[in-house]
C-alpha cells in the first residue's frame, strides 16, 4: 500500500496461516433455530506476505461457467409481430365487413325512402287530376233532390 523505504531491505517472513476459533455458546438455553445455508461455509485464511501486509479471506473455488440456456428457433418479438399482424388483419376484415353492412343499410334507406316517395307523389297525382275531370271540379252533394254545386242552390 505505501511505497518501501529505498534504503531498507524489505523483511521476509514467512506466511502464516491463521484459523479462527469457534465461539462456544455461553448460554444455558439453546439457541434460536436459524435457517441453515445449504451448502458449508469455507475456512478463514489469513496469509502473511512477504513485504509484511496481511491478507484474509475465504478459499474461492474455481468459476464454473453455467450452461448455455436453449434458445427457441423462432424469438418472441418474432412470434408477438406475426400474432399482431393477425389480429390486425382480423380486425381490418371486421371493420371491412361492418362498413359493407352499414353502407347496405343506407342504400336499403335510400331506396325505401325514394319508394314513399313516389307512391305519395302518384297518389297526390291522381287525386289532382280526377278531381278536375268532373265538370267544374266542385262537390256534388244530393239532399232531397236538391242540387249544391260550390255552396250555390239549383232546383
Not at 26 to 42: E, S
Not at 79 to 103: D, H, R, Y
Request: proline residues 12%; contains cysteine; hydrophobic residues 45%.
Amino acid at each position: 500500500m505505501y511505497p518501501e523505504h529505498p534504503g531498507r531491505a524489505p523483511a521476509v517472513r514467512a506466511p502464516d496461516v491463521h484459523q479462527p476459533t469457534p465461539i462456544t455458546p455461553a448460554a444455558p438455553y439453546p439457541a434460536p433455530l436459524v435457517p441453515v445455508q445449504p451448502h458449508t461455509v469455507p475456512t478463514v485464511a489469513s496469509v502473511i506476505l512477504p513485504d509484511g501486509r496481511v491478507v484474509t479471506g475465504y478459499a474461492v473455488g474455481p468459476a464454473h461457467p453455467e450452461p448455455a440456456a436453449t434458445r427457441p428457433a423462432v424469438s418472441r418479438a418474432a412470434v408477438n409481430a406475426a400474432l399482431g399482424g393477425v389480429g390486425f388483419l382480423a380486425v381490418c376484415g371486421g371493420l371491412l365487413l361492418l362498413t359493407t353492412f352499414i353502407t347496405a343499410l343506407t342504400a336499403l334507406i335510400t331506396q325505401l325512402i325514394t319508394l314513399a316517395a313516389v307512391i305519395f307523389g302518384g297518389w297526390i297525382a291522381v287525386q289532382i287530376f280526377s278531381a278536375r275531370g268532373h265538370g267544374e271540379g266542385g262537390t256534388t252533394v244530393n239532399i232531397r233532390k236538391a242540387i249544391f254545386k260550390r255552396n250555390h242552390f239549383h232546383a
